[in-house]
Nanobody, 123 residues
Framework: QVALVESGGGLVQAGGSLRLSCAAS????????KGWFRQAPGKEREFVAH????????YYADSVKGRFTISTDNAKNTVYLQMNSLKSEDTAVYYC????????????????WGQGTQVTVSS
């Protein structure tokens, strides 16, 4: 199994940037698809971004296209989410996830989850 730990969340003003990191245990993290989800209070967990195990394919929710970028560093067993031009509606707990499904937009498409990191965007 894979253990995931997110970091990099915090407080930021609207229009600012943050980079989230997700460090994985083990030595085979590069073989998994990776994704980022977020959950605001009272809301369901929603898809944010996905990168295939090969790094060849990335997908983004419409709400973050052009602002967020997902990437991986296989040597560090880490996946990143660079968040630019942040908006108040981006405020949520952000979770990284890993899995092997051919699907990527649903939480149930992933097998492993981090504990989450809080992102708060002030307006």
């Amino acid at each position: 199994q894979v253990a995931l730990v997110e970091s990099g969340g915090g407080l930021v003003q609207a229009g600012g940037s943050l980079r989230l990191s997700c460090a994985a245990s083990g030595r085979t993290f590069s073989n998994y698809n990776k994704g980022w989800f977020r959950q605001a209070p009272g809301k369901e967990r929603e898809f944010v971004a996905h990168i295939s195990w090969s790094g060849y394919s990335t997908y983004y929710a419409d709400s973050v296209k052009g602002r967020f970028t997902i990437s991986t560093d296989n040597a560090k067993n880490t996946v990143y989410l660079q968040m630019n031009s942040l908006k108040s509606e981006d405020t949520a707990v952000y979770y990284c996830a890993a899995g092997s499904s051919t699907y990527y937009r649903r939480a149930r498409d992933y097998n492993y989850w981090g504990q989450g990191t809080q992102v708060t965007v002030s307006s």
